[in-house]
């Protein structure tokens, strides 16, 4: 299928199919339970992916409007990331990354500091998001000597033990408070002047007074928008007010652009469009362009805390800097900057919010349309206007069978989350605009 990547959805079966319905009862013998939610309905077993473009084991062609979890910004297999993966795998699959480094690491490091925000940007490299959030945090405590944390409600960090402390989610949490790090005070995240100006008090008072716990705190953890949450964007000037309240109480800030980050939401990196200066970041997601990398970036002055190495690195891991990833990582970049793809995001992701808000403005059931580039929401209400519990979850369901791909979030999966690769044609987007249109006015008619 040549052309796979620029398709309309075209549909062999009923999704799921035969082979995915097979394939969900053989995983349930042998997957953990907790993992993979599995029913009649749900979920499709991917085999190919290209462009904007899923194949599901069954034959059956996807407009995908996930991005994989955000990753695929450059569009599933872009060609000069497989160019890359097929020249790195002829040379070296896997090095040592903190004893005898493969030479792309300090390719790609390079790269990085050069686009980092400071004047001297240090640059450690991880393999998943929830570890470069644990070296940022165990960086918060080698600088300022400060334990205590302010993260907020609502959050998602990650799920080790470090990133799930300062995740604000209790669905994840309560089954292992007992192990969690208790110093953290968590503060309710805002979506308008008046919730921004409770929040900033709140953290104020944590600022001066310490965590619950009597920690003082060092950090502030914060995504510049939530995602997981529902997309949900602070109201301006609250980021900037933020940080300056934490550097005024001598905290440092920490941002999570695991996911806003390198392009997303229409620049770079999400602060940009506050005029923001976080003291470390963390991204990932997208820079592996489909291989696991993610990468926590600060100034020198800061992650200079961390010793040097004699020998043994403090905090490190078997595959720190891996070859493929790397390699993948310097050619998603060059894609990145070579196609504009910040600028396609913003252009695309306008045109997605104006024809969401003018086709569900006046729609009862739906309470919000927000966005930023191509991380767009829409929230669905009940009519007394509490969250329409698993609304979004409904929606994803059946905009499966009409073969597009989105996700659910919020707290009670109310929230449908788009999130489309950079790459989407006009005819692929405008499909999964007029899909979700009728699937949402069904959806929200219905309650």
């Known amino acids: 299928?040549?052309?796979?990547?620029?398709?309309?959805?075209?549909?062999?079966?009923?999704?799921?199919?035969?082979?995915?319905?097979?394939?969900?009862?053989?995983?349930?013998?042998?997957?953990?339970?907790?993992?993979?939610?599995?029913?009649?309905?749900?979920?499709?077993?991917?085999?190919?992916?290209?462009?904007?473009?899923?194949?599901?084991?069954?034959?059956?062609?996807?407009?995908?409007?996930?991005?994989?979890?955000?990753?695929?910004?450059?569009?599933?297999?872009?060609?000069?990331?497989?160019?890359?993966?097929?020249?790195?795998?002829?040379?070296?699959?896997?090095?040592?990354?903190?004893?005898?480094?493969?030479?792309?690491?300090?390719?790609?490091?390079?790269?990085?500091s050069a686009l980092g925000p400071w004047d001297d940007t240090r640059v450690f490299l991880a393999s998943s998001g929830s570890e470069a959030m644990e070296f940022a945090l165990k960086t918060v405590d080698l600088s300022t000597g400060r334990s205590g944390l302010v993260a907020f409600e609502g959050s998602y960090h990650g799920l080790t033990l470090g990133s799930l402390a300062v995740t604000g989610r209790r669905e994840f949490r309560d089954p292992f408070k007992g192990r969690l790090y208790d110093g953290v005070a968590f503060v309710d995240f805002p979506s308008s002047e008046a919730e921004a100006q409770s929040a900033l008090s709140e953290v104020a008072k944590v600022l001066a007074e310490g965590t619950p716990t009597g920690a003082p705190v060092g950090a502030i953890v914060v995504e510049p928008i939530q995602g997981r949450a529902g997309v949900r964007i602070p109201p301006p000037g609250f980021l900037a007010r933020l940080t300056e309240s934490a550097r005024s109480a001598g905290a440092l800030v920490i941002f999570d652009e695991i996911f806003t980050g390198l392009g997303r939401?229409?620049?770079?990196?999400?602060?940009?469009?506050?005029?923001?200066?976080?003291?470390?970041?963390?991204?990932?997601?997208?820079?592996?362009?489909?291989?696991?990398?993610?990468?926590?970036?600060?100034?020198?002055?800061?992650?200079?805390?961390?010793?040097?190495?004699?020998?043994?690195?403090?905090?490190?891991?078997?595959?720190?800097?891996?070859?493929?990833?790397?390699?993948?990582?310097?050619?998603?970049?060059?894609v990145?900057?070579?196609?504009?793809?910040?600028?396609?995001?913003?252009?695309?992701?306008?045109?997605?919010?104006?024809?969401?808000?003018?086709?569900?403005?006046?729609?009862?059931?739906?309470?919000?349309?927000?966005?930023?580039?191509?991380?767009?929401?829409?929230?669905?209400?009940?009519?007394?206007?509490?969250?329409?519990?698993?609304?979004?979850?409904?929606?994803?369901?059946?905009?499966?069978?009409k073969g597009l791909l989105v996700l659910p979030a919020g707290k009670v999966g109310e929230v449908v989350e788009i999130t489309p690769p950079a790459v989407s044609n006009e005819k692929q987007i405008d499909f999964g605009i007029a899909c979700l249109l009728e699937l949402v006015a069904a959806e929200a008619a219905g309650h």
């Not at 473009?53 to 034959?59: F, Q």
Request: proline fraction near 6%.
């Open 336 to 401: 990145l900057e070579r196609e504009g793809l910040c600028k396609r995001a913003n252009e695309i992701g306008h045109y997605l919010l104006e024809e969401f808000t003018r086709g569900l403005g006046t729609v009862s059931g739906v309470k919000e349309v927000r966005g930023r580039g191509l991380f767009i929401g829409i929230e669905l209400c009940t009519p007394t206007g509490d969250p329409l519990a698993g609304g979004a979850a409904r929606v994803a369901e059946a905009a499966l069978r």
């Open 265 to 334: 939401t229409g620049t770079l990196f999400a602060c940009e469009h506050e005029g923001v200066l976080p003291d470390l970041m963390c991204i990932g997601k997208s820079l592996g362009g489909g291989l696991p990398l993610s990468a926590c970036l600060g100034p020198s002055s800061l992650l200079d805390a961390w010793p040097a190495s004699e020998g043994e690195a403090l905090h490190t891991s078997t595959f720190l800097g891996h070859p493929l990833a790397c390699a993948t990582a310097l050619a998603f970049l060059d």
């Open 1 to 112: 299928m040549s052309d796979l990547g620029t398709l309309l959805p075209s549909l062999r079966t009923t999704p799921p199919g035969p082979r995915s319905l097979a394939l969900a009862d053989r995983l349930r013998g042998v997957e953990s339970r907790h993992v993979t939610f599995l029913s009649e309905r749900f979920p499709v077993f991917w085999e190919e992916a290209r462009g904007a473009n899923v194949r599901d084991v069954d034959g059956n062609v996807y407009v995908d409007f996930t991005g994989a979890f955000g990753v695929s910004f450059a569009g599933h297999a872009h060609p000069d990331i497989r160019a890359a993966i097929d020249r790195q795998s002829r040379r070296l699959v896997h090095g040592m990354g903190d004893v005898h480094p493969p030479a792309g690491k300090v390719e790609l490091l390079e790269r990085l």
